[in-house]
Nanobody
């Protein structure tokens, strides 16, 4: 079993920045791909960014590419999402997720989920 706990969400004005963190624990955590998804009210949960177990494979949604950066520190079993140039449309609950080995963009393919952290971007 893998447990995931997100932190770092909050309220920020458009153009501002936030850094989300997700601490992972459990068996073979370092062998898991880690990712970030988000879900706004009335919307489906969508892929934001993912990073594979080695850190050598990274994927971003087109909507955040160039603004967000995902990274991981395997020694700390933590994945980060640095969010810059935030827009109101980035407002959502952000979820950390984990799955074996490689990043995919399909929500249903991820096995473990955190509780989520709210990110609100004001105009």
């Amino acid at each position: 079993q893998v447990q995931l706990v997100e932190s770092g969400g909050g309220l920020v004005q458009a153009g501002g920045s936030l850094r989300l963190s997700c601490a992972a624990s459990g068996r073979t955590v370092s062998n898991y791909a880690l990712g970030w998804f988000r879900q706004a009210p009335g919307n489906e949960r969508e892929f934001v960014a993912g990073i594979n177990w080695s850190g050598g494979g990274i994927l971003y949604a087109d909507s955040v590419k160039g603004r967000f950066t995902i990274s991981r520190d395997n020694a700390k079993n933590t994945v980060y999402l640095q969010m810059n140039s935030l827009k109101p449309e980035d407002t959502a609950v952000y979820y950390c997720a984990a799955r074996a080995m490689v990043v995919v963009t399909t929500t249903r393919s991820w096995n473990y989920w955190g509780q989520g952290t709210q990110v609100t971007v004001s105009s």
